[in-house]
């Protein structure tokens, strides 16, 4: 069993910065390979970035350029650093993790960008 806990959302205004953190439970954290997701009101959960345990990465086209995903196998931790931010990034963030066909789901962390 894998369990996923995110912070590092909160209040933040137009072109602000954030980074958030997934931190993962069970070992080897180095064999998941992690994404981050995010769900805006009334729209559907869509991918934000994923990354292998050795750290290749892949965005979702409308996200490259001001997100960045990251990990440290060391503290079963991984990121996301999202810059310049825009009133459509509001949405819950919900970092996942897929080992062996298995995925497991954070609770999210609400990202709200207002001015």
């Known amino acids: 069993q894998v369990q996923l806990v995110e912070s590092g959302g909160g209040l933040v205004q137009p072109g602000g910065s954030l980074r958030l953190s997934c931190a993962a439970s069970?070992?080897?954290?180095?064999?998941?390979?992690m994404a981050w997701y995010r769900q805006a009101p009334g729209k559907q959960r869509e991918l934000v970035a994923h990354?292998?345990?050795?750290?290749?990465?892949v965005y979702a086209d409308s996200m490259k350029g001001r997100f960045t995903i990251s990990r440290d196998n060391a503290k079963n931790t991984v990121y996301l650093q999202i810059d310049s931010l825009k009133f459509e990034d509001t949405a819950v963030y919900y970092c996942?993790?897929?080992?062996?066909?298995?995925?497991?789901w954070g609770q999210g962390t609400q990202v709200t960008v207002s001015s």
């Open positions: 990354i292998t345990g050795t750290g290749n990465t």
């Open positions: 996942k993790a897929l080992i062996l066909g298995y995925e497991y």
């Open positions: 069970g070992s080897p954290f180095s064999r998941y390979s």
